[in-house]
């Protein structure tokens, strides 16, 4: 549909890839995002449904929703400055490390990344990190203190989600598909704000259910039809509450 053709960059695209292919290219694709904000010293952090991927963990280390057609980051206003300044529209190699996935990828800053408010809702992202061979993407948002004389320490991206200063702030290290990844450091907060808490208990969505065996989303068909598989897809009852990986040993509870 077009929703789905919507994930895609169409100076990419060459036609709809399929479930798995799609997994693979999110997969590698968030690695090398992540790995080159580490390696040039950018801070980025994880955000909205793959923040929600997180939460849910599963079986390590696939933490990526697998009906995502697409993953989400933030970074500063000061960051998506220096991006846009001085590595707007550069390619970048990314080698798996058993040497076998070999691909490129486009860091694409938007020319209105620079105007900070929402205007006509045309321009709400400000940066994509595309896969060169089908299109797909990571988008990058910036959030910035739109309002500091009458709402200081309240950051905003063009998509009226906002943050204050102690949601993100000092971000936790965490590891996400396996590398090392920013997380904010309110998260529990955060999802709920955003997704309400009905996302962090409900076990069936998108055609996958929640396996607790497995601690992983499973596609419908794949599905073993016991009755206590049968029973946890239905519903989580609270002392089958999936747990997210810890972060430090006293860390705050999820939800707060």
């Known amino acids: 549909g077009d929703d789905i053709l919507g994930h895609y960059d169409e100076r990419y695209f060459h036609g709809v890839v399929s479930y798995s292919e799609r997994i693979d290219t999110l997969r590698h694709m968030i690695r ?3 790995e080159f904000f580490r390696k040039e010293g950018l801070e980025t952090w994880i955000s909205h449904g793959t923040l929600l991927g997180w939460w849910w963990n599963g079986r390590f280390p696939l933490q990526m929703l697998p009906w995502d057609w697409d993953l989400d980051t933030q970074v500063s206003g000061t960051t998506l400055a220096h991006l846009a300044k001085t590595l707007n529209y550069t390619t970048h190699t990314y080698t798996s490390p058993d040497r076998l996935v070999s691909r490129n990828y486009l860091l694409d800053i938007n020319p209105w990344s620079r105007e900070r408010e929402r205007g006509d809702g045309m321009n709400i992202i400000d940066a994509r990190w595309v896969d060169v061979r089908n299109g797909l993407y990571v988008d990058i948002t910036g959030l910035s203190e739109t309002h500091p004389d009458v709402q200081p ?3 905003s991206c063009k998509n009226y989600h906002r943050y204050r200063t102690s949601d ?5 290290d965490s590891v996400f598909e396996g590398v090392q990844a920013k997380i904010p450091y309110a998260y529990g907060r955060i999802l709920a704000d955003e997704y309400r808490e009905q996302a962090l208990t409900d076990t069936e969505y998108e055609g996958h259910f929640w396996s607790q065996d497995r601690r992983e989303w499973v596609k419908v068909p794949e599905r073993n039809t016991t009755k206590p598989e049968a029973d946890t897809a239905k519903r989580l009852e ?4 999936p747990v997210p990986r810890p972060i430090t040993p006293s860390g705050p ?3 707060q």
Not at 168 to 172: A, D, N
Not at 238 to 241: D, G, T, V
């Open 153 to 155: 320490g309240v950051w």
């Open 168 to 172: 993100l702030y000092p971000l936790r």
């Open 253 to 255: 509870e999820v939800l």
């Open 238 to 241: 609270s002392n089958n509450r």
């Open 32 to 34: 090398a995002y992540l």
